[in-house]
């Protein structure tokens, strides 16, 4: 800087500070020394853990860093897989190892031979389902997949799928082999042993439906506060009969309706009608008594979420 001219406060202040800084590492390094020389002067001990240890100041500590989050790859389901390739299997053939089909099939199973179906095969491939996944190893899978034809016959496929370790890829690795389909497992006794007359509860459950899936009237009026269901749209069915309503408490039988609070549970057999014909139908339904009259307080037949909360699992209704 010229001699006679005065430095601005500006510059002043940025020099003062690394005048400090400065002064402050000189004086890290002179309680250094001093430290080593001290060691000297003690021995051979003191120098040794004085040249290990180091000064106190030398090293900033390490941030803190969070440990990675692992998680465990989910296996994949190979079942869609299985049934994409069955279905383009069984509609392909050798014959015509360029169709479409076919090279769908070949692109799943490279190492897989098609089929040849004899010329002026009568029953045709109706649609394909898969049934069953069974995971043999972290890689191997066994899939069955029921084939169903336009003559109604049903045969069962059991497919092997090969997955990588991230569950992204597949391969059929083998030509499928066909198995016995599975056994009909032993439905438990049901729950709904009482026996509900006609009466209150019966044309409760019975107005309802009839408005849940024909559309005539506000399905809102039979529903409990804090119940939320939309009616099926666009109605189904142009007139709902009850049959036959079972219930779990025995509450449910008595032919008037119960104290307010009183909670059942009922298993309703109905029938509707459209313009093709009649169609049997089954609902579970909880119904809850309000101001001497039942209401439907959960649909339990279905999707989760249509029950009142803490009772059925559903959703209370923001607006009520």
Do not use: C, N
Request: charged residues 20%.
């Amino acid at each position: 800087m010229p001699r006679g001219k005065k430095a601005s406060p500006s510059e002043a202040v940025p020099a003062i500070a690394a005048g400090v800084e400065l002064e402050k590492m000189r004086r890290r390094v002179r309680l250094s020394r001093l430290a080593l020389f001290t060691a000297i002067a003690a021995g051979p001990v003191a120098l040794a853990v004085a040249v290990t240890s180091g000064p106190a100041t030398a090293e900033a500590a390490a941030p803190h860093r969070p440990a990675p989050v692992r998680t465990a790859a989910v296996a994949a389901d190979p079942a869609g897989y299985a049934q994409v390739f069955i279905d383009a299997w069984l509609r392909s053939s050798a014959d015509e190892a360029g169709s479409a089909q076919a090279r769908l099939a070949q692109s799943l199973a490279p190492d897989v031979a098609l089929p040849d179906p004899a010329a002026g095969a009568q029953s045709k491939l109706r649609s394909v389902t898969a049934v069953r996944s069974v995971q043999r190893d972290g890689s191997a899978w066994a899939v069955t997949v029921a084939a169903q034809y336009t003559d109604s016959t049903v045969r069962y496929f059991a497919v092997p799928v090969a997955t990588d370790r991230a569950g992204v890829s597949f391969a059929v690795t083998a030509a499928p082999g066909v198995v016995a389909g599975p056994a009909r497992a032993e439905a438990k006794q049901s729950a709904y042993s009482v026996s509900v007359p006609e009466g209150g509860l019966s044309a409760a459950v019975g107005e309802f439906l009839a408005t849940y899936l024909t559309g005539a009237g506000e399905v809102g009026r039979y529903l409990a506060p804090g119940l939320e269901l939309s009616p099926v749209s666009p109605a189904p069915y142009t007139a709902v009969k009850v049959q036959q309503v079972s219930a779990v408490e025995e509450a449910a039988a008595d032919g008037q309706v119960p104290a307010d609070g009183t909670k059942v549970r009922v298993l309703v057999q109905a029938e509707a009608q459209d313009g093709s014909g009649r169609w049997p139908l089954a609902y579970e339904l909880a119904l809850t008594v309000r101001s001497g009259r039942w209401e439907i307080s959960a649909l339990e037949s279905g999707s989760a979420g249509q029950g009142v909360p803490g009772e059925h699992g559903g959703q209370r209704d923001p607006r009520r």
